[in-house]
């Protein structure tokens, strides 16, 4: 594993940003290029590679924590984890091809989580402390190494999912859980209403579930925890037992099963758990227990107006994200006026000179 | 605006009785559960409803009066310590719990709610809230939100920031806005995280959803004694090693043990130097084969004796005489002084030992009460704060270990936040850019500095005072005892 300290050119980099009044659109690999809106800026900016800033500075598997680089591929500090029976248990997707092999930064700063993630956390739950950048190109240091930590503000947690558009990463320290002695995936069919009310009861009940997933005919119930406890879920849950329940299961992760194999825009509906099916033209695949939902539509909108859709997913409690493909609309839920103010001044106090990834999340960020 | 004009206005608004102006009356309001630090209020304000505390919020913001919000007092860090130009604004009065959805496993509450008391009401659903900290039976989620507290479960549920979905929040502004959403997440920055543990300097919360969790099948506790602080210490991370996640797993030393003992008879072996609680919690059959790992561990790890508790009632006695750890302790001596460190499991041996050499250097016995799971340290300093002298050397003392806690790579404070009394460690343990960051981030929220103001966040010149004098050396005008 390469072991580089990238830092002090990363910081030379927005130092020098600064002073040409440069924009910087922040790169891993690329592998998630997809994603967020295309950066406004495209005149005077450059790309900042974080690709070089690789290794694990700090791996100990008793205290549950690895402190890594941002640079550093995520399945390489992956196979480092599993060599001591560990994990990232928020399981995050790689979206890797070639030579785009997602990095902890990438992950981080969008802020992705697998089907895990309802019954272990999300990414920024296992985010311990960060090193990073700001827009005065200082290096700062939040969080730490420990479990627990209230000194000062959780800017470490409020790195992720920000895109970058507040600070570059550079270290990132994470909790990691043991990897589970057992894992079995049940398959029963079903219709959408039931699927729905299935996980959110069994999610009430004392079962070692770890994922829950309906792809429109079949409910997918995945067990992980101590044999013993797998097995007596697996009874009580009934269904068949799924042969590759691992294959199955990175394909939702990784957006490769057939349902996602399409050309038309990807969007995802975050939503409360035991919302009832949502009726919208198209197909949709339900993941994280009910509280994810993939929405294929049928066909684009004629004048690209999602206003409709933004209400009907914001009434019932939740937001929209057009997860994957161009059109002509905001990648993300428009916020209210109170709290896209507070987005600004945050951007203000963090990034004054507005370098980081403008408009990568929103226009005026 | 003096006193009176303020308590007029405050009458366009608000029943008189929810306003406090009298000095009798607002002497229960002037300290929190830190009582050595205290300080009266300008006034005490306990509006009712939402758009009672957004008037107060507005016309204290149209004034330019400070606010401080407070729950049930019982946070250990001088938080909620009035200021004598604040509005102290009391939120006892916002206690329903609103909803609780047992399908989709949440709670609605507002700010003035017990942490247990959520609990208490999800349970004939099998589920609860899983942050318990020991104060669990008086303190209220608002307060757990602002101090993101954690407890004896939090190693394996987490802490407040972990359990909470969604914040209504009062800005200092009066306006009301949402963080977070019923949905697993939200669009735009993660404002929830960084509200919980910002000590009321960023918004008044209002609102709550918590997630609730299934109760587990079964639950099982281990005692085991050993005769050296350093092996019980050890045995923890072995634990870990074996791939086990505890549900609890909390160490206290000879002090702690005898204290808690005296107190509620726990059936703690009183001879022990260190006594560690590991709780497995799960399915029936996990727990069973979980205990047997635990034990085989701790009996290798040179634990002179394991007991696992025979009967849910014993279980329960063992983790009484953990939760009362403090009263018990507290009966010693007049005072006590709890900190709050936390330190890399690796470095508790050599951190407890330290402590126990300051201990004889001050002159001050210690009890150590602890998160052993997630190194979270809770020494009790003991000292007569009517003995001339004490209260300064129990505060040099405490000091110490907080600077102790930063050099072994740990932080000044896990659960119980920075609030008035860690003020100046935070100079020690983050930079002069750091803490601007921190202080610029404040700005975003509360343009004006209105909420909780010269808490959390030193300014420069109190870095440069505290560095120059070197460590220990502050002073403050305490006096009181509880």
């Known amino acids: ?365 | 605006m003096n006193k009176s004009e303020l308590s007029n206005k405050l009458k366009h608004f608000l029943p008189a009785a929810a306003i406090i102006s009298e000095t009798e009356a607002l002497r229960p309001y002037e300290c929190d559960g830190l009582p050595a630090y205290r300080k009266m209020p300008l006034l005490a304000v306990l509006p009712q409803t939402v758009e009672q505390l957004q008037q107060v919020v507005k016309l204290c913001y149209q004034e330019n009066i400070p606010v401080v919000a407070r729950g049930a007092a019982t946070g250990l860090s001088g938080g909620a310590l009035p200021l004598e130009n604040a509005v102290l604004l009391g939120l006892s009065r916002f206690n329903k719990i609103l909803d609780i959805n047992p399908l989709a496993r949440t709670a609605r509450v507002q700010p003035g709610v017990r942490n247990l008391a959520i609990s208490e009401a999800a349970a004939r659903h099998g589920l609860y809230y899983a942050p318990d900290p020991s104060s669990q039976i008086a303190c209220t989620i608002g307060g757990n939100v602002a101090e993101n507290s954690g407890g004896v479960h939090c190693l394996k549920y987490g802490l407040t920031v972990h359990n909470v979905l969604e914040l209504k929040v009062v800005t200092p502004e009066g306006e009301l806005v949402t963080f977070g959403s019923a949905a697993l997440d939200s669009a735009g920055f993660d404002l929830l995280a960084l509200m919980n543990g910002s000590e009321g300097m960023l918004g008044i919360v209002v609102e709550v959803l918590v997630k609730l969790l299934p109760k587990p099948e079964r639950a099982q506790v281990l005692l085991a004694a050993f005769d050296d602080v350093e092996k019980a210490a050890d045995s923890v991370g072995e634990i870990i090693a074996e791939g086990i996640i505890p549900a609890g797993l909390e160490m206290m030393d000879a002090l702690a043990i005898q204290a808690a003992e005296d107190f509620v008879h726990a059936g703690y072996p009183r001879d022990a130097k260190a006594i560690l609680l590991c709780e497995v919690d799960g399915t029936n059959e996990e727990v069973s084969e979980h205990s047997k790992r635990v034990y085989d561990v701790l009996t290798a790890y040179g634990a002179s004796e394991v007991r696992t508790a025979r009967d849910e009632a014993e279980r329960l006695r063992f983790w009484q005489g953990r939760k009362s750890a403090f009263p018990a302790v507290g009966r010693l001596s007049p005072d006590y002084y709890c900190m709050d460190g936390t330190v890399p499991r690796k470095q508790l041996g050599t951190v407890l030992t330290r402590i126990s050499q300051l201990s004889e250097h001050y002159q001050l016995p210690v009890a150590n009460v602890f998160h052993a799971g997630d190194g979270n340290l809770h020494p009790l300093i003991l000292y007569d704060a009517n003995t001339p002298g004490e209260l300064k050397r129990a505060e040099d003392f405490g000091a110490e270990i907080l600077e102790l806690s930063v050099e072994v790579g740990g932080t000044i404070t896990g659960e119980h936040g920075v609030g008035h009394e860690k003020i100046h460690h935070m100079c020690v343990q983050f930079s002069e850019a750091e803490l601007e960051q921190f202080r610029r981030l404040k700005v975003a929220f509360d343009p004006h500095g209105l909420l909780n103001p010269g808490k959390v966040i030193p300014q420069p010149k109190h870095c440069s005072e505290y560095r120059t004098i070197g460590s220990g050396s502050h002073t403050h005008s305490a006096s009181c005892s509880h």
């Open chain 1, 1 to 365: 594993m390469i072991n580089n300290d990238n830092s002090k050119n990363l910081q030379q980099a927005v130092q020098e940003a600064r002073a040409q009044q440069q924009a910087l659109l922040i790169e891993g690999s690329g592998s998630k290029a997809f994603y967020g809106n295309t950066p406004a800026a495209t005149e005077n900016s450059r790309v900042l590679s974080t690709g070089e800033h690789q290794g694990i500075i700090n791996y100990e598997p008793k205290e549950l924590v690895i402190t890594a680089r941002s640079g550093t591929p995520l399945h390489e500090l992956q196979a480092v984890l599993a060599e001591q029976q560990q994990m990232l248990a928020f399981k995050p997707p790689l979206f890797s091809s070639g030579d785009q092999q997602a990095t902890l930064g990438g992950t981080i700063a969008c802020g992705f989580s697998g089907p895990r993630r309802p019954y272990a956390g999300s990414a920024r739950d296992f985010v311990l402390g960060s090193r990073i950048i700001n827009g005065e190109a200082e290096i700062l240091h939040f969080g730490g190494e420990v479990m627990k930590n209230v000194a000062g503000y959780d800017v470490s947690r409020l790195m992720v999912g920000a895109l970058g558009t507040l600070g570059v990463l550079l270290d990132i320290s994470l909790k990691v859980l043991p990897l589970p002695e057992a894992e079995q995936t049940q398959v029963l069919e079903c219709s959408v209403q039931e699927a729905i009310s299935r996980m959110n009861q069994w999610a009430g009940s004392p079962l070692p579930l770890s994922a829950a997933c309906y792809d429109g005919a079949l409910l997918y119930i995945r067990l992980s925890g101590a044999p013993s406890a797998v097995t007596s879920g697996a009874r009580r849950i009934g269904g068949d037992s799924l042969d590759d329940s691992q294959s199955f299961w990175q394909s939702i992760r990784e957006l490769q099963h057939g349902f996602f194999k399409n050309d038309k825009p990807l969007w995802r509906l975050a939503v409360p758990a035991d919302s009832p099916a949502i009726e919208l033209p198209g197909k949709q695949l339900i993941d994280w227990g009910g509280a994810q939902r993939w929405y294929i539509a049928d066909k684009q909108n004629k004048d690209n107006s999602y206003e409709s859709l933004y209400k009907t997913i914001a009434d019932i409690g939740g937001h929209v994200t057009l997860f994957k493909g161009a059109i002509d609309a905001g990648v993300f839920h428009p916020l209210p006026e109170s709290l896209l103010a507070i987005h600004r001044r945050l951007k203000q106090a963090f990034d004054p000179q507005g370098i980081f990834n403008p408009g990568r999340m929103y226009r005026e960020l």
